[in-house]
């Protein structure tokens, strides 16, 4: 049995990319800072496995240093589909696709480094008011962090409640072959995207999403995408089909007396934003800052703004995907205009103001009715 002495400041109740964010931002500010997860690292989850220059400047102030040697850098994001394809760099930088698993090592490690204290096949069965119960014991704590994902139990446990928005499928594949592209793929059909990633020299990653389950499915969708299953024709798989669900969904508080909440936990957006990593990395930040202040509704009113622009960007993505017809006339109105494709992705990754958006749209707008 655990005993008393085993006090923490900071308990964090999963061990995923947002959880070791989390406890490492929590100790680069002072506090003794615990981790329980039942799993054992590195811990995978299907993703598409491209960070955004964003993630790597936010993995940088965490004390972790990505390279392009770690996986395979990329320039920007290219949007395709049977008639159309237009593709725009980053404002600044590169981004880096690299296995999740590698990626989780590496917060592994800085954690340990920062002297986080990680109790690893270690599942929390409850919490209470000032302590975190496992099975061989009680862990009292100040701050109790749930980084537990989408289906959170802390989340249920500490009453905060949840609504649904939208939910979809997603199945992901890695295949042995040189990455044919220096952008992430978005790939479009008329029932699902594929997003394709480089991740190593002769390796990609694809993942395929849908609002169907069935159609999810790489045997069931791949015939929709031509230009892919050219590419991976004679390609060994090197990883085995793993599915997950990803949902759009918002909290009406991430915070309830001395719980806060961070990552998928917190509340999520769609995964065709590329944006999950990046948000559950910000939140761990802001969050550090608010348990210095002894005031998590400071992190609240963070959590918020952060959630702000990729929320956007999610809901004008999946009303793209609604509306196939709409989208072709953006994509070749785009192509025409690879200029105003570069300053969208500008503004996605953080780059512009409020009326920069309002411009872009407006061009963007004019585009349309020209079309």
Not at 74 to 95: E, H, K, M, N
Not at 173 to 186: C, T
Not at 244 to 264: C, P
Not at 270 to 293: K, M, N
């Amino acid at each position: 049995m655990l005993n008393l002495q085993s006090m923490t400041d900071v308990f964090v109740v999963g061990g995923g990319p947002s959880g070791l964010a989390a406890a490492i931002a929590a100790r680069q500010k002072g506090f003794a800072v615990t981790v329980a997860d039942g799993a054992a690292p590195p811990i995978e989850k299907p993703c598409g496995e491209g960070m955004m220059p964003e993630t790597i400047t936010a993995l940088h102030d965490l004390g972790i240093t990505i390279r392009p040697s770690d996986g395979v850098s990329f320039r920007g994001i290219c949007f395709a589909q049977r008639d159309a394809r237009v593709a725009g760099d980053f404002p600044s930088g590169a981004g880096v696709g690299m296995r999740r698993t590698a990626l989780h090592e590496r917060l592994v490690v800085r954690a340990e480094d920062c002297g986080v204290k990680l109790l690893w096949r270690r599942p929390v069965v409850a919490i209470g008011a000032g302590h975190v119960e496992l099975a061989s014991g009680r862990i009292p704590a100040r701050w109790i962090i749930g980084a537990d994902g989408q289906g959170s139990r802390v989340r249920r446990w500490s009453g905060i409640a949840t609504k649904q928005i939208r939910r979809r499928y997603a199945a992901r594949r890695h295949y042995r072959v040189q990455p044919w592209s220096s952008y992430v793929e978005i790939h479009w059909s008329t029932h699902a995207q594929a997003y394709v990633t480089p991740v190593a020299p002769d390796e990609v990653c694809i993942v395929i999403i849908s609002g169907r389950a069935r159609h999810a499915s790489f045997d069931q969708s791949l015939n929709e995408f031509p230009a892919i299953r050219e590419k991976i024709a004679f390609a060994k798989t090197t990883s085995r089909e793993r599915g997950a669900v990803t949902s759009m969904h918002t909290l009406r508080n991430v915070q309830r007396g001395n719980v806060a909440l961070v990552g998928d936990a917190s509340g999520g957006v769609d995964a065709i934003t590329g944006e999950g990593i990046r948000l559950g990395l910000r939140q761990a930040s802001v969050l550090a800052d608010s348990l210095v202040a002894g005031n998590l509704r400071q992190y609240e009113r963070e959590h918020r703004a952060l959630a702000k622009r990729p929320s956007r960007m999610a809901h004008l993505m999946l009303w793209l995907d609604r509306n196939p017809r709409l989208r072709t006339r953006v994509i070749r109105a785009l192509q025409r205009k690879p200029e105003l494709f570069a300053r969208t992705l500008a503004l996605h990754v953080g780059y512009g103001s409020a009326r920069d958006i309002l411009l872009t749209g407006v061009r963007l707008g004019w585009r349309l009715l020209a079309a």
